[in-house]
């Protein structure tokens, strides 16, 4: 691994069911986030964790859920998808020790929700 | 509120320099952010300022004036690579970025 992974790459969901994107980052990073990205829209915080067993919300967490058991993995779930939560789902991660604070980027998940 | 402002969409010639201005408003300033992301891939980082004055890297030069909440990021001798849209993000007092829409930047030959 090098970087930030995501999985599934893009998933077509049915309204109602539960879905678990993931995130794995191998850089030891602090501090992870999860975005959405919607046409014409800038990039929403859904939920962030600055370190691994502490979560917090962001501009958008309803009907999201995350966990941070580990540094490395930080999993984001739809409990009961609904049509709305159609997106691009980017996970990021820094180094808040570093000058930059500069955020990397997952390669995305394109989710459809019927 | 917390907002970011910057043009939807700009068209620039092959090889010319564009400038794509960026105004911010947010809660505590910990530094103004700029990334590159291109159809259907992730954002990339190209620059961070956190100081007021002119950040050069190469073709890409990023500039910031506090007092103004404004930005602007500089692409001089354009290539046909640089068709991307380009993302404005300001740091709040949180160290949260807030983002803006983005610039679609379409360069003509």
């Known amino acids: 691994i090098a970087g930030i992974t995501q999985a599934p790459t893009s998933q077509i969901l049915a309204a109602g069911r539960r879905m678990t994107l993931r995130c794995t980052q191998d850089?030891?990073?602090?501090?992870m986030y999860w975005y959405r990205q919607d046409l014409g829209l800038g990039l929403r915080l859904i939920h962030y964790s600055n370190t691994a067993g502490t979560t917090g919300k962001g501009e958008v967490p309803d009907g999201y859920s995350v966990s941070r058991a580990n540094t490395d993995d930080f999993p984001l779930t739809l409990a009961s998808a609904v049509p709305s939560q159609t997106s691009v789902y980017f996970c990021?991660?820094?180094?808040?020790?570093?000058?930059?604070?500069?955020?990397?980027f997952g390669p995305g998940t394109r989710l459809t929700v019927l | 509120g917390q907002n970011i402002d910057q043009p939807t969409e700009m068209t620039a010639t092959e090889g010319a320099i564009v400038q794509i201005n960026c105004t911010y408003q947010t809660s505590g300033f910990n530094g103004l952010f700029w990334y590159q992301q291109h159809a259907g891939e992730a954002p990339t980082f190209l620059s961070y300022?956190?100081l007021d004055g002119l950040e050069e890297k190469g073709r890409f030069s990023s500039f910031l004036s506090r007092s103004k909440g404004y930005s602007y990021l500089l692409l001089k001798e354009l290539q046909m690579k640089d068709s991307a849209s380009y993302l404005c993000?300001?740091?709040?007092?949180?160290?949260?970025?807030?983002w803006g829409a983005g610039t679609k930047l379409i360069i003509k030959p």
């Open positions: 850089m030891r990073h602090n501090a």
């Open positions: 990021a991660s820094s180094d808040p020790a570093a000058n930059s604070n500069e955020q990397f």
């Open positions: 993000a300001g740091m709040d007092s949180n160290y949260q970025l807030i």
């Open positions: 300022n956190v």
